[in-house]
Nanobody, 116 residues
Framework: QVQLVESGGGLVQPGGSLRLSCAAS????????MAWYRQAPGKQRELVAA???????NYADSVKGRFTISRDNTKNTLYLQMNSLKPEDTAVYYC??????????WGQGTQVTVSS
């Protein structure tokens, strides 16, 4: 069973930064794609950023220029560097990963709260 464990969430002031991590229990070297999603109270889950096996990245318009997705295959870990955080970035952030033969999995989520 594949596990994805997120960490790095917390409370931060507007304009601050956080780095989220998502550690996979299996190798991500041959992964199809990985992504970060978020879900704010009363809203649908939305894609924040994604990265493909060829390291192509894609971002939601609302986070372009502020967030950076990356991964470290040696640590089987996905990252989301979040800078210039805004109150509207407050949400539970979920890690998503999809392997060709293992299938797709979600992490348990980590809370990010941006407030003064």
């Amino acid at each position: 069973q594949v596990q994805l464990v997120e960490s790095g969430g917390g409370l931060v002031q507007p304009g601050g930064s956080l780095r989220l991590s998502c550690a996979a229990s299996v190798s991500i070297f041959s992964i199809n794609d990985m992504a970060w999603y978020r879900q704010a109270p009363g809203k649908q889950r939305e894609l924040v950023a994604a990265i493909t096996s060829g390291d192509m990245t894609n971002y939601a318009d609302s986070v372009k220029g502020r967030f950076t997705i990356s991964r470290d295959n040696t640590k089987n870990t996905l990252y989301l560097q979040m800078n210039s955080l805004k109150p509207e970035d407050t949400a539970v952030y979920y890690c998503y990963a999809r392997w060709l033969f293992l299938g797709a999995y979600w992490g348990q989520g980590t809370q990010v709260t941006v407030s003064s």
